[in-house]
Nanobody, 122 residues
Framework: QVQLVESGGGLVQAGGSLRLSCAAS????????MGWYRQAPGKQRELVAGITSGGSTNYADSVKGRFTISRDNAKNTVYLHVNSLKPEDTAVYYCNVHVRSFEDRYNYLEVWGQGTLVTVSS
C-alpha cells in the first residue's frame, strides 16, 4: 500500500505564490515519474507538470515560467512552486506518482492524492 498526502493549498490573491507538497509513504520500493494535475470546476483534469526520477521536467504551456516542479527523492516528496497566480489557476490540484512497491517490484502502480484546493482571487 502506498499513500499520498498533499498539503499547501489555500486562498491567495492574484499575483501571489504557494508551495504545494505531496509526500508518498508506505511500502515503496522505487518511484519513477511524479506529477501534478489540476481540475477546475466543470473542466477535465489536466496535467500541470511532471518530473522523472532523473529530474527531467515538463509543463503545461499555461504554467510555463510561473510554476516549478521539484522532488526530494530521500523524502519521497514532490513539490510544486506556483508563482504569479491567476484566477484561472483556481482548481483542485492532484498529486500523481508512478511507484513500485516491495510487494510487486516489477510493475508500476499509478497512485493519486486526495487533492488540495487552490483558490486565486482577483
Amino acid at each position: 500500500q502506498v499513500q499520498l498526502v498533499e498539503s499547501g493549498g489555500g486562498l491567495v490573491q492574484a499575483g501571489g505564490s504557494l508551495r504545494l507538497s505531496c509526500a508518498a509513504s508506505g511500502s515503496i520500493f522505487s518511484i519513477n515519474r511524479m506529477g501534478w494535475y489540476r481540475q477546475a470546476p466543470g473542466k477535465q483534469r489536466e496535467l500541470v507538470a511532471g518530473i522523472t526520477s532523473g529530474g527531467s521536467t515538463n509543463y503545461a504551456d499555461s504554467v510555463k515560467g510561473r510554476f516549478t516542479i521539484s522532488r526530494d527523492n530521500a523524502k519521497n516528496t514532490v513539490y510544486l512552486h506556483v508563482n504569479s497566480l491567476k484566477p484561472e489557476d483556481t482548481a483542485v490540484y492532484y498529486c500523481n506518482v508512478h511507484v513500485r512497491s516491495f510487494e510487486d517490484r516489477y510493475n508500476y502502480l499509478e497512485v493519486w492524492g486526495q487533492g488540495t484546493l487552490v483558490t486565486v482571487s482577483s
